[in-house]
């Protein structure tokens, strides 16, 4: 079964960092490339960053470009998202799921507040 679990959120103030953690399990996940996405309160759910099976290519949402920086290690099964100079429109759940695949984890939450 595939699952992914996010952590790694919580409470920061503006201009701090977070990173977030999405564990994999069910596929084979160095074949595929992974997302993570964002739903702020009562918004849609968007694209944040995705990065490729292998790592080597990278995007980003305008958003965030030049703030956060996604990575992953194939032998850990694990997508992250480096988040840094953050700002309160940053607050959101953030998730993270794999290419081809529907399945979602439950999120993980970031409020960005002084």
């Known amino acids: 079964q595939v699952q992914f679990v996010e952590s790694g959120g919580g409470l920061v103030q503006p201009g701090g960092s977070l990173r977030l953690s999405c564990a994999a399990s069910?596929?084979?996940?160095?074949?595929?490339?992974m997302s993570w996405y964002r739903q702020p309160p009562e918004k849609e759910r968007e694209l944040v960053a995705h990065?490729?099976?292998?790592?080597?290519?990278?995007t980003y949402a305008d958003s965030v470009k030049g703030r956060f920086t996604i990575s992953r290690d194939n032998a850990k099964n694990t997508v992250y998202l480096q988040m840094n100079s953050l700002k309160p429109e940053d607050t959101a759940v953030y998730f993270c799921k794999a290419d081809g695949w529907t399945n979602w984890g439950q999120g993980t939450q970031v409020t960005v507040s002084s």
């Open positions: 990065i490729s099976s292998t790592g080597s290519t990278t």
């Open positions: 069910g596929f084979t996940f160095r074949r595929y490339g």
